[in-house]
Nanobody, 124 residues
Framework: YVQLVESGGGSVQAGGSLRLSCIASGSSAAYNYMGWFRQAPGKEREGVAAIGTSSDSPTYADSAKGRFTISQDNAKKTVYLQMNRLEPEDTAMYYC?????????????????WGLGTQVTVSS
């Protein structure tokens, strides 16, 4: 079992930045990827970025490329999402998740354990 706790959400104006953090507790053997997902009201949850715990290789959704950076601190079992040049369209609940992931590293169904989320609101 893995428990995840996100932090760092908030309200910013368009063009601003936020840094999300997610701390995992439990067995790190239960996952090989850590990911960030988001869900806006009335929309499906979507993958934003993911990183392999061993490979340290990041993958980004098109909406995140060039603006967001995912990173990890394996010793602290923590994954970060640095979000720059935020846009109102980025407004959503952001979730951290981990799992034993195959090829589809931004697929919601690949992830087993989820945090409760942290709200990000971007105003124009």
């Amino acid at each position: 079992y893995v428990q995840l706790v996100e932090s760092g959400g908030g309200s910013v104006q368009a063009g601003g930045s936020l840094r999300l953090s997610c701390i995992a507790s439990g067995s790190s053997a239960a996952y090989n990827y850590m990911g960030w997902f988001r869900q806006a009201p009335g929309k499906e949850r979507e993958g934003v970025a993911a990183i392999g715990t061993s490979s340290d290789s990041p993958t980004y959704a098109d909406s995140a490329k060039g603006r967001f950076t995912i990173s990890q601190d394996n010793a602290k079992k923590t994954v970060y999402l640095q979000m720059n040049r935020l846009e109102p369209e980025d407004t959503a609940m952001y979730y951290c998740a981990v799992g034993l992931v195959g090829q589809s590293v931004l697929d919601v169904d690949e992830y087993t354990y989820w945090g409760l989320g942290t709200q990000v609101t971007v105003s124009s």
